[in-house]
């Protein structure tokens, strides 16, 4: 018996510029036999029937009321700013649709743990968007890792660029909300977090930590006002700790981007050997991940690679690349009951991890 496709409706699509546009849409699109982009919802009609058009979507629905409680919809796919999640997803949720949201999941502990509670009530099946654990380049770090290929782990030190929050903007329109800490999507929620996604997954969950928040920059260039704007983001993070195999992690990540190629190095160190991880930047979730090791008695470090079949038909695409392994790990768990895809309870746990980097963080006076 030929298996149903996933109909599938997205909210917040922007062709040409949105997430959903660059990420999702062409993602699902490479799994024509599990998915089937059916129908989009815009905060404006206007906005709406524009994007169903150019990207092909057979429906433009009026609302996302409309989008959610409609028959033809399946999954419901979140894609709009953090401070208008909850509202998306209440009704998803009244509507008992599955939900794919993308991370971070609410502007404060409070709201996620009010929308991950709710999702457990109604028994909904639901997915958070932290798509670096879908790099196949992670599995790997995490296969050498698990695989005592540089011995015990002692200490992972991490120094990335965070891409957003740094000196200047360019356009106000869909930059100037990322510099405001209250949005809920600033570096530090952002870059910092799914990067602490990347080392959980890769070598196991945090246990202790102290932390540093500044904004060292409080007053940013505006190129299109052609003046200093204010940010209240940190542009400034710092993170010293322990996972639970006892091994001590340390991150420092700076706003914007790197002069060269070279804004995100994750060392590891081990008995036996040292692991090196780079990219162009430390949004990690979106980058080609760089990996070298260099193990005991050896004097030089050797790339390792993957196979070009695990990037599944995106090469080093990994912004289109790992949301479409995302999905295809949501068409197997809403299939078989499995948990390939972290969910809002995963999210949560994530969400009580920055709420205790916000509130216990030495500050600059």
């Given at each position: 018996?030929?298996?149903?496709?996933?109909?599938?409706?997205?909210?917040?699509?922007?062709?040409?510029?949105?997430?959903?546009?660059?990420?999702?849409?062409?993602?699902?699109?490479?799994?024509?036999?599990?998915?089937?982009?059916?129908?989009?919802?815009?905060?404006?009609?206007?906005?709406?029937?524009?994007?169903?058009?150019?990207?092909?979507?057979?429906?433009?629905?009026?609302?996302?009321?409309?989008?959610?409680?409609?028959?033809?919809?399946?999954?419901?796919?979140v894609t709009v700013r953090v401070p208008n999640h909850r509202e998306v997803l209440e009704q998803a949720l009244d509507a008992g649709k599955a939900i794919y949201c993308e991370w971070p999941l609410a502007v404060n502990l409070a709201e996620a743990e009010k929308i991950t509670e709710s999702a457990r009530?109604?028994?909904?099946?639901?997915?958070?968007?932290?798509?670096?654990?879908?790099?196949?380049?992670?599995?790997?770090?995490?296969?050498?890792?698990?695989?005592?290929?540089?011995?015990?782990?002692?200490?992972?030190?991490?120094?990335?660029?965070?891409?957003?929050?740094?000196?200047?903007?360019?356009?106000?329109?869909?930059?100037?909300?990322?510099?405001?800490?209250?949005?809920?999507?600033?570096?530090?929620?952002?870059?910092?977090?799914?990067?602490?996604?990347?080392?959980?997954?890769?070598?196991?969950?945090?246990?202790?930590?102290?932390?540093?928040?500044?904004?060292?920059?409080?007053?940013?260039?505006?190129?299109?006002?052609?003046?200093?704007?204010?940010?209240?983001?940190?542009?400034?993070?710092?993170?010293?700790?322990?996972?639970?195999?006892?091994s001590v992690f340390s991150l420092h990540y700076s706003g914007g981007m790197p002069y060269d190629d070279k804004g995100f190095l994750w060392e590891i160190i081990g008995t036996d050997g040292t692991l090196r991880i780079s990219a162009l930047s430390g949004a990690v979730q979106i980058e080609d991940l760089?990996?070298?090791?260099?193990?005991?008695?050896?004097?030089?470090?050797?790339?390792?690679?993957?196979?070009?079949?695990?990037?599944?038909?995106?090469?080093?695409?990994?912004?289109?690349?790992?949301?479409?392994?995302?999905?295809?790990?949501?068409?197997?768990?809403?299939?078989?009951?499995?948990?390939?895809?972290?969910?809002?309870?995963?999210?949560?746990?994530?969400?009580?991890?920055?709420?205790?980097?916000?509130?216990?963080?030495?500050?600059?006076?």
């Amino acid at each position: 018996m030929k298996q149903k496709k996933i109909r599938v409706g997205i909210v917040g699509l922007q062709p040409k510029r949105s997430w959903a546009a660059v990420a999702h849409l062409p993602g699902l699109r490479k799994l024509p036999d599990k998915f089937e982009v059916i129908g989009v919802a815009n905060r404006r009609y206007e906005s709406t029937l524009a994007a169903a058009k150019e990207c092909n979507i057979p429906k433009a629905f009026h609302s996302v009321s409309d989008l959610v409680q409609s028959p033809d919809i399946d999954l419901v796919t979140v894609t709009v700013r953090v401070p208008n999640h909850r509202e998306v997803l209440e009704q998803a949720l009244d509507a008992g649709k599955a939900i794919y949201c993308e991370w971070p999941l609410a502007v404060n502990l409070a709201e996620a743990e009010k929308i991950t509670e709710s999702a457990r009530q109604k028994g909904v099946r639901t997915f958070i968007g932290t798509q670096v654990i879908a790099n196949p380049q992670l599995t790997l770090i995490r296969k050498i890792l698990s695989e005592g290929k540089i011995g015990r782990v002692l200490s992972h030190s991490l120094i990335g660029y965070g891409r957003i929050n740094g000196p200047e903007i360019t356009d106000e329109a869909t930059e100037r909300y990322l510099l405001d800490k209250t949005t809920g999507a600033t570096m530090l929620t952002i870059s910092v977090m799914h990067t602490l996604v990347a080392l959980q997954y890769a070598s196991g969950k945090i246990s202790h930590f102290n932390s540093l928040l500044a904004t060292a920059r409080p007053q940013i260039y505006s190129r299109e006002r052609q003046d200093y704007v204010p940010m209240t983001a940190a542009d400034e993070v710092g993170m010293q700790g322990f996972l639970e195999d006892g091994s001590v992690f340390s991150l420092h990540y700076s706003g914007g981007m790197p002069y060269d190629d070279k804004g995100f190095l994750w060392e590891i160190i081990g008995t036996d050997g040292t692991l090196r991880i780079s990219a162009l930047s430390g949004a990690v979730q979106i980058e080609d991940l760089k990996i070298t090791l260099c193990r005991k008695g050896e004097t030089a470090f050797s790339e390792i690679t993957v196979p070009e079949e695990s990037l599944t038909g995106f090469g080093q695409d990994f912004i289109a690349g790992n949301l479409h392994r995302m999905y295809a790990g949501v068409w197997q768990d809403i299939l078989t009951g499995s948990h390939i895809v972290p969910d809002f309870s995963d999210a949560l746990e994530l969400h009580r991890i920055l709420d205790q980097i916000k509130a216990t963080a030495l500050r600059k006076a």
